[in-house]
């Protein structure tokens, strides 16, 4: 009765011993899905959307246009917008940074800089109800293409992608998106991805010549199967999507 116990014990043992050996002989699972490519260096897009208090709309872009010397002295302005459709009292501005380092020190030489908080700061600030910001890359295929000509009006379409990242709905957007441009609907100016933000967003910034030529190129660009085909693939990994209508100010790099 003792042997045949033992026996067991034995057995078991042996068992446990084989599974565990099998365990470590198995290779380490690796990550079968990856977030798409990778930034290949520290350029980040920081997008601003101020809130202006209604009454004070018209001296808040008058004091920015005077004084906006002393922010641009610090740091680049990719371009800065007044919203016109899609939210009211709004301004939507870009700046262009090498490194989270960079920004910091421009941060820092900011709040140091008298000119820049007397002249400015101290008169803006109470004139807005509130603020958002978002860091944001360009996606690797876009890059910053400034519109044909000066003018014209441009369109920030802004979609909510499902949870992924680019590996799973990169080609998609990138599709719909080249599709757009290579038919000649719409100059993209820059194509975004955020990453400190409301995540898996996309931001596609438009440029027309006005927005009877933009409604007229979306009516036509309906009408295209190329357009049509590109636009249901990527709306399969589309959450929800909005977009403003926005006039350059007169001090905007881009416009």
């Not at 004091?63 to 939210?87: F, N, Q």
């Not at 939507?92 to 030489?109: G, L, N, P």
């Not at 440029?207 to 636009?231: G, L, M, N, T, Y």
């Amino acid at each position: 009765m003792i042997q045949v116990t033992l026996r067991g014990i034995f057995r078991n043992a042996s068992r446990q011993a084989e599974h565990r050996l099998s365990l470590k002989s198995r290779p380490t699972p690796r990550a079968s899905v990856s977030t798409g490519p990778q930034q290949q260096h520290g350029t980040f897009y920081e997008l601003r959307t101020y809130y202006i208090q209604p009454h004070l709309n018209a001296a808040f872009l008058r004091l920015t246009g005077e004084k906006i010397h002393l922010r641009t002295a610090h740091s680049e302005l990719i371009g800065y917008w007044s919203v016109e459709y899609g939210g009211l009292n709004q301004v939507f501005h870009i700046w262009k940074y090498d490194s989270y380092a960079q920004r910091a020190s421009v941060r820092a030489a900011l709040a140091q800089d008298p000119n820049w908080i007397e002249q400015y700061i101290s008169k803006a600030m109470p004139m807005l109800s509130s603020q958002d910001n978002e860091v944001t890359y360009l996606v690797p295929w876009s890059k910053i293409q400034k519109p044909p000509k000066d003018g014209g009006v441009f369109e920030l379409a802004s979609f909510q992608m499902k949870p992924g990242g680019p590996a799973v709905w990169g080609r998609a957007v990138q599709a719909a998106v080249g599709t757009h441009t290579g038919s000649g609907y719409g100059h993209a100016v820059g194509v975004f991805h955020s990453e400190f933000g409301q995540l898996n967003q996309v931001h596609v910034l438009w440029w027309f010549e006005s927005a009877d030529q933009r409604a007229a190129i979306r009516r036509k660009s309906h009408e295209d199967a190329r357009v049509v085909a590109a636009v249901r693939e990527s709306a399969a990994y589309l959450a929800s999507h909005k977009n403003k209508l926005m006039f350059p100010c007169a001090f905007s790099p881009i416009k």
